[in-house]
Antibody, heavy 126, light 112 residues
Framework: EVQLVQSGAEVKKPGESLRISCQAS????????IGWVRQLPGKGLEWMGI????????TYSPSFQGHVTFSVDKSINTAYLQWSSLKASDTAMYYC???????????????????WGPGTLVTVSS | DIVMTQTPLSLSVTPGQPASISCKSS???????????FYWYLQKPGQSPQLLIY???KRLSGVPERFSGSGSGTDFTLKVSRVEAEDVGVYYC?????????FGQGTEVEIK
């Protein structure tokens, strides 16, 4: 069974650093991309970017480029989202999700985020 | 960036009745590989989003047949043939044909 388990809620002060995690199980971790999605309180979904679990290759949304960093530890099937200096406006729920796909005759296509973690609530307040 | 515009933003439906949500993209979502990378997600209250439909009209395994997707280019529709109580939540369209990937603003569906 595919599962994505995210780290627990965090309360931080502006300017502090933070790393949250997303541990995968039930599939070949290194063969899939992991995406990160932000949901501000009471708002919709925002795509932050994706990271390939096989080699940590990452693509960021311009809205988040330079403010967050994705990383992967293949040895423990875990993806990370980190901030070096949090802002109050980073207060949100953060979801990780697996980018599913299928291959036909050696050509592979994505099917969207087929498995999601439960989310990590990050609160940044002085 | 491709802007995804959903209508309506909210919908109140009697159980057993159909429901329809529209999503329009600001640019064509047809990829150079011939696929259209358009999706529908449902976020039930208090839960993570879940994928319902991929490539415009393909239901993810386990998604009830009452959910169907259609459309092409820039205009897409999600239909629920007979809404059930468990279908409440916020429905989002999303594209990943072009970077950055973008979501619609969401359509909240409630049961009358």
């Amino acid at each position: 069974e595919v599962q994505l388990v995210q780290s627990g809620a965090e309360v931080k002060k502006p300017g502090e650093s933070l790393r949250i995690s997303c541990q995968a199980s039930g599939y070949m971790f290194t063969a899939y991309w992991i995406g990160w999605v932000r949901q501000l309180p009471g708002k919709g979904l925002e795509w932050m970017g994706i990271v390939y679990s096989g080699d940590s290759d990452a693509t960021y949304s311009p809205s988040f480029q330079g403010h967050v960093t994705f990383s992967v530890d293949k040895s423990i099937n875990t993806a990370y989202l980190q901030w070096s200096s949090l802002k109050a406006s980073d207060t949100a729920m953060y979801y990780c999700a697996r980018l599913g796909g299928y291959c036909v005759n050696g050509v592979c296509y994505k099917i969207g985020f087929d498995y999601w973690g439960p989310g990590t609530l990050v609160t940044v307040s002085s | 960036d491709i802007v995804m515009t959903q209508t309506p933003l909210s919908l109140s439906v009697t159980p057993g009745q159909p429901a329809s949500i529209s999503c329009k993209s600001s640019e064509s979502l047809l990829h150079t590989d011939g696929k259209t990378y358009f999706y529908w997600y449902l976020q039930k209250p208090g839960q993570s989003p879940q994928l319902l439909i991929y490539e415009v009209s393909k239901r993810l395994s386990g998604v009830p047949e009452r959910f169907s997707g259609s459309g092409s280019g820039t205009d897409f529709t999600l239909k629920v043939s007979r809404v059930e109580a468990e279908d409440v939540g916020v429905y989002y369209c999303m594209q990943n044909t072009q970077l950055p990937w973008t979501f619609g603003q969401g359509t909240e569906v409630e049961i009358k």
